[in-house]
């Protein structure tokens, strides 16, 4: 018989630590936000993949039937604009990285993932959000694209703990068209000599955040367990989600758990390829093994940022040469009676197991 331990989250939505608790039975959904495939993908975003992928291993440890759906976003302006740079077709481009992708997470033995779905691969269920959005009066049409109206939606911030009024006047994505400042795209127009398809709005491409919403409502239905991705990705990404899915559905919450992770940043800044400051997942590949970098990236607690630096992955292999080392010696030992010392060793396992939350 499966025994089922006890497990507690931080839960972003809700900013407390909760008991883990699936919406139905013992199933779980878990959705996390995958790359955007333009070019090869850097530690911060293995940081991210390999700490969903230990979580999902312990929720199956647990006895849970868990489906982790992973989207793949192939339809975005990063790679339609590397693809004209190059003088490259967009979507060869984007399954060429992809692959790599592929590549990156099977060297890391991240193997826990039950489906990469692409956004490309679901324009009906986007079109038939968009347009339901529309009817109900939570998107409004102009001539650069379809917009969401951030008024029409109360709880917006509830996520990101932002103030409506504040929200309503931050620009993120410029456009004199729209009514708000804040107000996001569900889908943007763009010229014929772009990459894009035909809609019943204009030609053009999806807005991003839409991409995830019809992907996941397509697998997942009205509700699911837990959503994943960096903390940078909460606002607006994870917010605008929220309020696109709890009005085309009418149910909430949308997702029960939001689950963040912390960056990887490089002398306290972000790692990231605009501000030329990553490493590739395959060049640190080429110097440590796979169980030494995620030892690496799982050596902080999960929320906090984890600074990069050579030298801490070379801790992190004598962190794991140790570990092998305990492990041929634990071999060799004679099982007996428990002592003292072996109560002392697993009450330490326990605040051990208890700290990880």
Same mark, same amino acid.
């Given at each position: 018989?499966?025994?089922?331990? @006890?497990?507690?989250?931080?839960?972003?939505?809700?900013?407390?630590?909760?008991?883990?608790?699936?919406?139905?039975?013992?199933?779980?959904?878990?959705?996390?936000?995958?790359?955007?495939?333009?070019?090869?993908?850097?530690?911060?975003?293995?940081?991210? %993949?390999?700490?969903?992928?230990?979580?999902?291993?312990?929720?199956?440890?647990?006895? %849970?039937?868990?489906? &982790?759906?992973?989207?793949?976003?192939?339809?975005?302006?990063?790679?339609?604009?590397?693809?004209?740079?190059?003088?490259? $077709?967009?979507?060869?481009?984007?399954?060429?990285?992809?692959?790599? &992708? +592929?590549?990156?997470?099977?060297?890391?033995?991240?193997?826990?993932?039950?489906?990469?779905?692409?956004?490309? $691969?679901?324009?009906?269920?986007?079109? !038939?959000?968009?347009?339901?959005?529309?009817?109900?009066?939570?998107?409004?049409?102009?001539?650069?694209?379809? &917009?969401?109206?951030?008024?029409?939606?109360? @709880? &917006?911030?509830?996520?990101?703990?932002?103030?409506? =009024?504040?929200?309503?006047?931050?620009?993120?994505?410029?456009?004199?068209?729209?009514?708000?400042?804040? @107000?996001?795209?569900?889908?943007?127009?763009?010229?014929? !000599?772009?990459?894009?398809?035909?809609?019943?709005?204009?030609?053009?491409?999806?807005?991003?955040?839409? !991409?995830?919403?019809?992907?996941?409502?397509?697998?997942?239905?009205?509700?699911?367990?837990?959503?994943?991705?960096?903390?940078?990705? *909460?606002?607006?990404?994870?917010? *605008?989600?929220?309020?696109?899915?709890?009005?085309?559905?009418?149910?909430?919450?949308?997702?029960? +758990?939001?689950?963040?992770?912390?960056?990887?940043?490089? !002398?306290?800044?972000?790692?990231?390829?605009?501000?030329?400051?990553?490493?590739?997942?395959?060049?640190?590949?080429?110097?440590?093994? *796979?169980?030494?970098?995620?030892?690496?990236?799982?050596?902080?607690? %999960?929320?906090?940022?984890? @600074?990069?630096?050579?030298?801490?992955?070379?801790? *992190?292999?004598?962190? %794991?040469?140790?570990?092998?080392?305990?492990?041929?010696?634990?071999?060799?030992?004679?099982?007996?009676? =428990?002592?003292?010392?072996?109560? =002392?060793?697993?009450?330490?396992?326990? =605040?051990?197991?208890?700290?990880?939350?």
């Amino acid at each position: 018989m499966t025994v089922f331990a @006890d497990l507690v989250v931080f839960n972003t939505l809700t900013r407390r630590f909760e008991p883990f608790e699936p919406l139905v039975g013992r199933r779980v959904f878990m959705f996390v936000c995958g790359p955007t495939v333009y070019d090869y993908s850097h530690l911060g975003h293995a940081r991210t %993949y390999v700490f969903y992928d230990t979580l999902a291993r312990f929720l199956r440890k647990l006895g %849970y039937s868990l489906f &982790y759906l992973q989207n793949i976003t192939d339809v975005d302006d990063k790679i339609v604009n590397r693809a004209a740079e190059e003088g490259r $077709d967009p979507v060869e481009l984007a399954r060429e990285f992809e692959s790599y &992708y +592929y590549e990156d997470m099977r060297a890391l033995n991240i193997t826990s993932v039950n489906l990469y779905a692409r956004a490309s $691969d679901y324009l009906k269920e986007i079109f !038939e959000q968009v347009e339901t959005l529309i009817k109900l009066g939570k998107a409004y049409v102009t001539e650069s694209g379809v &917009y969401f109206d951030i008024t029409t939606f109360p @709880d &917006y911030g509830k996520l990101s703990g932002q103030r409506p =009024e504040e929200l309503r006047v931050h620009r993120i994505e410029p456009d004199p068209t729209k009514r708000n400042p804040g @107000d996001f795209a569900l889908w943007r127009n763009r010229p014929r !000599e772009e990459f894009g398809w035909e809609s019943p709005w204009g030609y053009g491409r999806p807005g991003w955040h839409i !991409e995830d919403t019809a992907i996941s409502i397509k697998h997942f239905g009205k509700q699911y367990d837990i959503h994943g991705g960096a903390i940078e990705l *909460a606002f607006p990404h994870h917010e *605008a989600e929220i309020a696109q899915a709890e009005s085309f559905t009418g149910e909430k919450p949308f997702v029960k +758990y939001w689950i963040h992770t912390g960056l990887l940043t490089v !002398e306290g800044e972000k790692m990231s390829k605009s501000l030329g400051n990553f490493v590739t997942i395959r060049e640190a590949l080429r110097e440590y093994d *796979a169980n030494t970098l995620r030892i690496f990236l799982l050596s902080r607690h %999960y929320r906090s940022p984890i @600074d990069f630096r050579w030298e801490y992955l070379e801790q *992190a292999r004598s962190s %794991y040469e140790r570990i092998i080392n305990c492990l041929e010696n634990l071999k060799e030992l004679e099982i007996g009676e =428990e002592g003292d010392e072996e109560r =002392e060793f697993l009450s330490r396992v326990r =605040e051990r197991r208890d700290s990880f939350y």
